[in-house]
């Protein structure tokens, strides 16, 4: 394929990427865990007034998931297209693919520990007496 580095080809680019987006949001059920669970973890940061350096943590752990995610269900794609016959080699790779999904969700749940549980606390507790 041609590689067009002007205005029109750049805008082709986002366009199919963007559409890949939403099809792995509407076809790989994972994402109606992930997506929901980012819009609380953002709510929840909101309504503790997170400050930049939290903030920037947050995000930055919920989009390796979401990454993760999106490179899994490719594979799972492309392993559809090389072989739908049961393959020893298609079965790893696809294990190791959710083991690295899997890997990243429950490192986001401790990160979201650390970040969380500070703010919440001043949040909770009554303000000491003078
Ligand atoms: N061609 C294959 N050969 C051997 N094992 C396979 C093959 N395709 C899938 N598997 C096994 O089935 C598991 C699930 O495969 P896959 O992720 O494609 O299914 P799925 O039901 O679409 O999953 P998801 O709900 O995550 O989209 C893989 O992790 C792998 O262990």
């Known amino acids: 394929m041609k590689n067009e580095m002007t205005l029109r080809g ?3 680019k986002f ?3 963007f559409s890949g ?3 792995a949001i509407r076809n790989e059920g994972s994402f109606a865990v992930h997506l929901p669970a980012a819009a609380l973890a ?3 940061a909101a309504l503790l007034q997170f400050d930049y350096g ?8 919920i989009g390796v998931v979401i990454v993760a995610e999106l490179f899994n269900t490719a594979l799972e794609c492309l392993a559809k297209a090389v072989d739908d016959q049961p393959n020893e080699h298609i079965r790893l790779a696809l294990d190791i693919s959710s083991a690295a999904v ?7 749940v401790g ?3 650390f970040l969380f549980w500070q703010p919440f606390w ?3 507790s009554p303000p000491l007496p003078n």
Do not use: E
Not at 54 to 61: E, M
Not at 102 to 108: D, G, I, K, P
């Open 10 to 12: 750049w805008l082709r």
């Open 15 to 17: 366009g199919l990427a």
């Open 21 to 23: 987006l939403a099809w």
């Open 42 to 44: 953002f709510s929840g």
């Open 54 to 61: 939290r903030w920037a943590v947050l995000v930055l752990t």
């Open 102 to 108: 899997l890997s990243s969700s429950l490192f986001a």
């Open 111 to 113: 990160i979201g520990f």
């Open 122 to 124: 001043f949040w909770w």
